[in-house]
Structures are given as structure tokens and as C-alpha cells.
């Protein structure tokens, strides 16, 4: 870890990051031996990309399941996929059954003059 508190989730030994071909080629091995391909109705292999998406709807709905305050932690959230705002994020959130569950839950709880009126 550089002594700064800086450091790359991927790096080399020496701590520089890893080159982005560098990754891509060992997800795609590691994919091919999971043996995990694109299904016959046409969807595509996972990318690395898909990574973040996933990994910001899952925070998304852990949020919510610990009554956190989405609405704040949002910026959080953008920054930490490295967007300056919310609107990069946006292409990010896409609704899944789970997050669904539970914003409607929260939304009920409003309605009915439950806890999370401000979050």
C-alpha cells in the first residue's frame, strides 16, 4: 500500500495498476473456465463492465434493506464508480426484482406514515 492511502483494487506487485488488457484477458480465461457463455436466446458473455453494474444495484438494495438513507448516499455512490455526478451513475442502476421489493417496501412504509419518511 502506498504510503499516501492510495492503491488500485488490481496492481502489480510494485503497486502500479494493472493494464486494463491485463485484466480483461484473465476475466476472459477465468470466464472460459467457469465455463460461463453467452446463452443460446442471444445475451451476450459477461463483461467486466457488467461487474459495476451489478455491484451498484447491489449496494443499492443493501441500502434500502438497512434503512439507509438513499437519497444521501447516492453522491457516495457515483463517486465511488468514479462519476462526477449522478448521471453517470444512472446508466448503472438498472431496476432488478430485489431493488423493486425493496423501494416498494419503503415507499409503503411512507405512505402509511412508517420510519423512513426522510430517507
Known sequence: ?????????LSNRDGTRL??????????????LADIQ??????SAPRMHD?????????LSAWYREGADVQRLLPVLSTYLGHSDLEG?????????????????RF???VHGGED???
Open 1 to 9: 500500500m502506498p504510503p499516501d492511502g492510495t492503491a488500485y483494487l
Open 19 to 32: 493494464a486494463s488488457s491485463t485484466v480483461q484477458t484473465a476475466f476472459d480465461r477465468l470466464r472460459r
Open 38 to 43: 453467452g446463452s443460446a436466446g442471444g445475451r
Open 51 to 59: 461487474l459495476r453494474h451489478s455491484f451498484a444495484v447491489h449496494r
Open 89 to 105: 451513475t444512472k446508466a448503472y442502476l438498472t431496476m432488478t426484482p430485489d431493488l423493486l421489493n425493496q423501494a416498494s417496501m
Open 108 to 110: 409503503a412504509r411512507f
Open 117 to 119: 419518511a426522510g430517507a
